[in-house]
Structures are given as structure tokens and as C-alpha cells.
């Protein structure tokens, strides 16, 4: 473990792992891997791959993801969770093994709540189980995390105890969850306090915060935390996560940068890397950014009415406290046609904050100019949503050789649809419904022979003018399960279809993963 520097606040990011866990924000591999690259150019210090026991999508992600950190020229530290068990504790390091820097997550409930309900542990057993986990996992690595699940509703007393015995078996970093977003700033600084105050050795460790939003207090909590000598802050981009979410990454970042005079603490994160990192979040998980979310929203930096306009106008720190560049957001409304070249397509995809290499600059370049010979003009959300999609998606078995629908007010509209799975076989199918979009999905629920609930719908503008592209979002349950899909065109039906598509390829996906199974690592 590094020294730890006082006036350092960590960023531990657990968007792939706590974030995932929101319903229908599942991500692919291929995602996963995008999202772990954009994570260690924004520069948190840890990113909290997956929990590798808890399935063979989640083992092999973690895997993957070790494996591409090794390519980083300064790769975060790669963790993953696993409850204090010796089988969840070597998929866990195995998962990792191949990561330049790795950490194993372990985390145990401490709360009365939990340990009568869910555990059925009595206090003394959990208190040896903790210590166990922390043990066994220091046989695999030296950097180990205790977080005791639900500590926030956990007796302080009890938590004093637990965290003291974890400490003394070798935890460099304890991690202090509110698991049900329950606690208040001043009762949680006072937890960390009474931590300090009462846990001997306590200085030696890394004290971390971990809160969900249920209440809508996740960053106010954790800067309260920071404030009472917690050193690293769990969050997601975006504030993804279970339920309501967890702090939201953005958020406590530029509160520490923003308020420095106040905080005296900086992270390593480079700001600029903020937005398009959000945006790539958001558009991998289908999870939309409120237009007046904090740092990132579409609004956070638009003034409208006539006062602040023109104190804007005389100063901007009138209005203002943050820059809109200080997060990397560089929009305009320079438009670009098809006459526009690759060069100064580059410049601007470089300005919204996206670097791609050469090959994948040249194929989405082609499909910016197939686009303008369709569009007139194309504005920054329609780079940005060309951007985006390159290389997310489920790439899933089957893809859409054919769609044709018709319509008309004085009947059902009809769409035959002709799918291509990666086998070979074609598979044409026409179904009628209310609308053609309606009447596609039916006719792929047909094509392809499952039987889905359409949850939820919707279409959006992602860019300017009458012939805007629509992104279509769609939300699938199928057994038990949340999917979703996404897709964007100037065509509303093309792109619906290819969304609930997308959802079909998720499935049958996540159906493969679970019939493989990891392999296990044996401690050294
Ligand atoms: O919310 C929580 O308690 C967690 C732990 C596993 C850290 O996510
Ligand atoms: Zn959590």
C-alpha cells in the first residue's frame, strides 16, 4: 500500500460493480472494458471491477478488466467484492490475478437488523467471520477492504468492535456503508468520529465512506465523512446504483475541487474527463442524466432568465462557480454537413471530449457521412450519439437483415421483419399491431420465439431540427429479469426495432454466460 497522504481523497468508483446493480443498467463485456478505460484516463484510484462469485459474466469481466489495467501506463487498482467466504474470496483473487494493482474486497452485515434477519448471526459470530474473511484474503493480496454491510444502523459500540478486529487482522482499507441511504450529515460525521476516537490502530488504515441516496443525502453524507477523517469515497457516475443510487462521483469531486479553500483536500482526478465520461455512463447503461443533474445535466450551466443573463454577461462568477470546461463540457452550435471533412470531425469529436483510435475514427467518420447525406445538418448530440454507440451495444447473435412496415389510420399497421443469427440461418416473420413500432416487435417476439414484457418505451431527440435522430430505449422483462436496449437513427420504427433487438441479443447473452462456468485459483 502506498503512504497514505492526508490531504488526498481517494476515488474508489464502483460503477461496474454497485452501479450494475441497478435494475436494466447490466452492461455486456465489451462495455464494461469501455467503461474501465474511461474510468482510468478520468483518474480515480480504484475501480471496483465486479463481484467474480457472483457469476460466471461477472468472474470473466473482472478478468478481463485485470487484464486490460495491465495495459495502462498508470493502472488504478483493480478490486473485487466477496463475502467472507473462502470460495467467493479465490474466485475473487483469480478474477484478478492478471491486474498490476489489485485489491480484495470483503464485506460482512454488522446491523441488528441484518444479523437477525438475513444472518441469523449472533454478535461474537460475526465478529470471527469478519476476521476470517479478512484473514483468508490476506493470503491472496496485501490489499484488503473490510466494509461491514449496513454500518450506518449498526451500534456504534458493536462497529467499534468489529472494525478493531478486522484492523488488527490486516484490512488496509475499512469502508464504512450506508447501505440503505438512511443516515444524516451530522449523525454520520459523528460515526466517523467516534471510530477515530475509540478503534486503536484505526490510523494506520484507509477509513472510507460508502452511501446510498435513498434519502437524496449520498454526497452530503460523504463529504461529512471526508470532514471527520474519512480519506477515500465510494461512488458511481452518474450516482447509478441499487434503488435510488450511490453518491454520485461528479458531484463529490467538484464539491472538493470547488470548495477547496473550505475542504484543504484534493483527489486525483482529472475534472475534464467528467462529462464525456457521464455521457459514455449514461448511454452505456440507458440510464438517462436528469436535464438539471448537479455537474453533468444539461442545464447545470444554461442561464435563462433576464437578470442572471446579464450578470453572465458582466462576470461570470456572477452565476457561476464552476466553468463548464473545468468538466470537459466544450458544446457549440457549430453544425457540420456532408461536406465537413475528417479532419475537422476529429477536432471536434477531440472537443466533446472523446479520443478514438485511427481505425474507429475512420468507421464512425463513415457513418457521419452516411448520416449527413440524410441530415442536413449535424449538431454535437448527433457526434456525440455517432460516438457513444461506436462499439457499445449488445453485438448479441442476431441482427436485422430486413424491415418493412406499413401504415396507415384506417388499419392495423403491419412489419415483416427478416433476422440473421450468427449461425447462418435467416428467420422472416410479419406480425400486425397497434402502430409499426409495435407491429415490429411482435413480428421479432415471433422471429425469434421468446414471449416479452415490454416494460417500458420511450423515444428522444438526441439532436437538433425536424430530421433529429430519435434514440429509441426499450426496457424488457424476461424471467424475472430486467433487460434493455438502445438505438439511434433519423428512422423512429429502424430505431426501436434495433433497440428491442438489442434487448433479444442481451438475453440470450447473459443466457450463454451463465452456462460457462470460471475457473478457480488455489491460494498460493
Ligand atoms: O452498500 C453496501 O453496503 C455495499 C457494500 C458491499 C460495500 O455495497
Ligand atoms: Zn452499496
Avoid at 173 to 194: A, C, M, S, W
Avoid at 268 to 295: F, Q, W
Amino acid at each position: 500500500m502506498d503512504s497514505i497522504d492526508p490531504s488526498r481523497v481517494l476515488i474508489f468508483d464502483t460503477t461496474l460493480r454497485d452501479g450494475e446493480q441497478a435494475p436494466g443498467c447490466s452492461m455486456t463485456l465489451p462495455e464494461k472494458l469501455r467503461i474501465a478505460r474511461a474510468l482510468a484516463e478520468l483518474g480515480v484510484d480504484v475501480i471496483e471491477a465486479g463481484f467474480p462469485a457472483a457469476s460466471t459474466g461477472d468472474f470473466e469481466s473482472v478478468q478481463a478488466i485485470a487484464r486490460e489495467m495491465a495495459q495502462e501506463e498508470q493502472s488504478p487498482i483493480v478490486a473485487g467484492l466477496a463475502r467472507c467466504m473462502r470460495q467467493d474470496i479465490e474466485r475473487s483473487a483469480a478474477a484478478l490475478q492478471d491486474a498490476p494493482r489489485r485489491r480484495l474486497h470483503v464485506f460482512l452485515a454488522t446491523s441488528a437488523i441484518h444479523r437477525q434477519h438475513k444472518l441469523k448471526m449472533a454478535k461474537e459470530e460475526i465478529v470471527r467471520r469478519a476476521v476470517e474473511g479478512v484473514t483468508m484474503a490476506r493470503e491472496y493480496c496485501d490489499d484488503v477492504e473490510f466494509s461491514p454491510e449496513d454500518a450506518a444502523r449498526t451500534e456504534p459500540e458493536f462497529l467499534a468492535e468489529v472494525v478493531a478486529a478486522v484492523v488488527a487482522a490486516g484490512a488496509s482499507t475499512v469502508n464504512i456503508p450506508d447501505t440503505v441511504g438512511y443516515t444524516v450529515p451530522e449523525e454520520f460525521g459523528q460515526l466517523f468520529r467516534y471510530l477515530r476516537q475509540h478503534v486503536p490502530g484505526i490510523d494506520k488504515v484507509v477509513l472510507s465512506v460508502h452511501c446510498h441516496d435513498d434519502l437524496g443525502m449520498a454526497v452530503a453524507n460523504s463529504l461529512t465523512a471526508v470532514l471527520a477523517g474519512a480519506r477515500q469515497i465510494e461512488c458511481t457516475i452518474n450516482g447509478i446504483g441499487e434503488r435510488a443510487g450511490n453518491c454520485s462521483l461528479e458531484e463529490a469531486v467538484m464539491a472538493l475541487k470547488t470548495r477547496a479553500s473550505y475542504f484543504g483536500l484534493r483527489t486525483g482526478v482529472d475534472t475534464t474527463r467528467l462529462y464525456p465520461t457521464s455521457r459514455l455512463v449514461s448511454s452505456v447503461t440507458g440510464m438517462p442524466i436528469p436535464r438539471n443533474k448537479a455537474v453533468v445535466g444539461e442545464n447545470a450551466f444554461a442561464h435563462e432568465s433576464g437578470i442572471h443573463q446579464h450578470g453572465m454577461l458582466s462576470h461570470h462568477s456572477t452565476y457561476e462557480i464552476m466553468r463548464p470546461a473545468d468538466v470537459g463540457l466544450s458544446r457549440t452550435h457549430l453544425v457540420l454537413g456532408k461536406h465537413s471533412g475528417r479532419h475537422a470531425f476529429r477536432e471536434r469529436v477531440r472537443e466533446l471530449g472523446f479520443e478514438l483510435e485511427d481505425l474507429e475514427l475512420q468507421r464512425v467518420f463513415e457513418e457521419f457521412k452516411a448520416l449527413a447525406d440524410r441530415k442536413k445538418e449535424l449538431f454535437d448530440g448527433d457526434i456525440e450519439a455517432l460516438v457513444l454507440r461506436a462499439g457499445s451495444g449488445a453485438s448479441g447473435p442476431w441482427s436485422i437483415d430486413n424491415l418493412d412496415t406499413q401504415a396507415d389510420s384506417r388499419s392495423p399497421a403491419r412489419a415483416t421483419v427478416r433476422l440473421r443469427h450468427a449461425d447462418g440461418r435467416t428467420v422472416e416473420k410479419s406480425a400486425s399491431g397497434d402502430g409499426p413500432v409495435d407491429a415490429s416487435f411482435k413480428a421479432i417476439e415471433q422471429a425469434v420465439g421468446l414471449a416479452l414484457t415490454l416494460r417500458k418505451f420511450e423515444v428522444r431527440s438526441v439532436s437538433e431540427g425536424e430530421d433529429a435522430q430519435g434514440e429509441a430505449l426499450v426496457y424488457v422483462e424476461y424471467n424475472t429479469r430486467t433487460y434493455r436496449g438502445s438505438s439511434v437513427s433519423t428512422n423512429i420504427v429502424e430505431s426501436s426495432a434495433r433497440a428491442f433487438l438489442e434487448v433479444i441479443n442481451r438475453i440470450e447473452l447473459s443466457a450463454e454466460q451463465r452456462s460457462t462456468r470460471p475457473q478457480v485459483m488455489r491460494a498460493p
